[in-house]
């Protein structure tokens, strides 16, 4: 069958993404080879484009300074097209600006970096409930008691850098579903689609998080290294969230997408 290659990239990736992430819905376990073979067709998309396709060029690597790099916002969404199976736009991030620690409830994600460098942390929360064998450590500082019920144990999956010539950063409702995404030397720009859409009325708003500090993490330093690796062995990458407001310092604002037009 002879390859189209008139369609604008990021065209043939809205209609995948489309056709994959409604699949899947309709999938009762979204485990089948049909369902595995549109999502791998759509990473094979999203693994080949480029700020390029997009018409975006990389920005400047200096910081902002002064008065006006306190009022220019650290990151900025360019929209592209969203319907009720999926969103995608592109977010720009100025050279040291971070996407604090936030979650993607019951949802799907892609996040293909179109320039630039970023790290990418990755949580998912072990449990909704706190049980007898999963009281919870004495934090550092402590908390208040109104805090309590926002806090919530994890694991964290992995910490990984991608570049343009990486493959797309993948999450779903139950696997790598908590991120924390920074740049590395510079600024960065990805492309991103979530599946379905954040709608707040459908329960899917976004929470943001911090990682807690323990006591015990705290006097690691007292002790000698074989008791810390035993105990590192026992409470491997497990980690202790608070559920906290949007950090002050982070705000997203918005510009123009400069490249082809999506429809379907």
């Known amino acids: 069958m002879p390859r189209d290659n008139k369609t604008p990239l990021i065209q043939k990736i809205a209609k995948q993404a489309y056709v994959t992430f409604k699949c899947l819905k309709s999938s009762a376990n979204g485990e089948n080879k049909l369902v595995a073979d549109q999502h791998n067709e759509l990473i094979s998309l999203m693994t080949a484009v480029r700020a390029a396709d997009l018409k975006i060029a990389p920005r400047k690597t200096k910081r902002s300074s002064g008065a006006a790099g306190l009022h220019n916002p650290p990151v900025t969404y360019m929209h592209i097209c969203e319907t009720e199976v999926f969103s995608m736009g592109v977010f720009l991030l100025r050279t040291g600006a971070s996407i604090p620690l936030h979650d993607h409830p019951g949802m799907n994600g892609m996040l293909k970096v179109l320039y630039g460098k970023v790290s990418v942390r990755c949580f998912d929360k072990l449990e909704d409930t706190l049980t007898v064998s999963t009281v919870p450590p004495d934090f550092e500082p402590a908390l208040a008691p109104s805090q309590m019920a926002s806090q919530w144990r994890s694991v964290l999956r992995s910490v990984v850098e991608y570049s343009e010539n990486s493959?797309?950063?993948?999450?779903?409702?139950?696997?790598?579903?908590?991120?924390?995404?920074?740049?590395?030397?510079?600024?960065?720009?990805?492309?991103?689609?979530?599946?379905?859409?954040?709608?707040?009325?459908?329960?899917?708003?976004?929470?943001?998080?911090?990682?807690?500090?323990?006591?015990?993490?705290?006097?690691?330093?007292?002790?000698?290294?074989?008791?810390?690796?035993?105990?590192?062995?026992?409470?491997?990458?497990?980690?202790?969230?608070?559920?906290?407001?949007?950090?002050?310092?982070?705000?997203?604002?918005?510009?123009?997408?400069?490249?082809?037009?999506?429809?379907?």
């Open 167 to 264: 493959g797309p950063c993948l999450l779903t409702p139950l696997r790598d579903n908590l991120h924390q995404i920074d740049t590395v030397e510079g600024p960065a720009a990805f492309l991103d689609i979530l599946a379905p859409p954040y709608n707040p009325d459908d329960g899917r708003d976004c929470h943001y998080y911090k990682v807690l500090q323990t006591v015990a993490e705290g006097e690691t330093d007292e002790k000698s290294n074989e008791e810390q690796q035993g105990e590192e062995k026992e409470k491997e990458d497990v980690a202790w969230l608070l559920e906290i407001p949007q950090p002050e310092d982070f705000w997203c604002g918005g510009e123009p997408y400069p490249g082809p037009a999506v429809s379907f």
